[in-house]
């Protein structure tokens, strides 16, 4: 049974730092694309930042700079480092997974088939 587990999700204040953990287990790991996306309430979700099975890397706009994203396929775990949050990163992260080479910045939040249960980040101004 494949499984995607986030956590490292909380509330920060403006310019803080938060780091997202994604652990993976039931399938072989190495061989998936992963990726972030968030949504706010009232808003699609959106893709943040994908690292795909070659461990190329990809970003949206607006976290270039800000977040990187990082994969230890020895641990099969999925990392988001986040830094100078704004209060526009507001919204629940969720970790997902695609087999075979996807790029985040390709392919929306509907083609990817398994996901976490998301984590809560809150940034306040």
């Known amino acids: 049974q494949k499984r995607l587990v986030e956590s490292g999700g909380g509330s920060v204040q403006a310019g803080g730092s938060l780091r997202l953990s994604c652990a993976a287990s039931?399938?072989?790991?190495?061989?998936?694309?992963m990726a972030w996306f968030r949504q706010a309430p009232g808003k699609e979700r959106e893709g943040v930042a994908g690292?795909?099975?070659?461990?190329?890397?990809s970003y949206a706009d607006s976290v270039k700079g800000r977040f990187t994203i990082s994969r230890d396929n020895a641990e099969s775990t999925l990392y988001l480092q986040m830094n100078s949050l704004k209060p526009e990163d507001t919204a629940m992260y969720y970790c997902?997974?695609?087999?075979?080479?996807?790029?985040?910045?390709?392919?929306?939040?509907?083609?990817?088939?398994?996901w976490g249960q998301g984590t809560q980040v809150t940034v306040s101004s």
């Open positions: 039931g399938f072989t790991y190495n061989r998936y694309s």
């Open positions: 690292v795909d099975s070659g461990g190329s890397t």
């Open positions: 997902a997974a695609e087999y075979g080479s996807v790029s985040m910045s390709r392919y929306r939040w509907d083609y990817w088939d398994y």
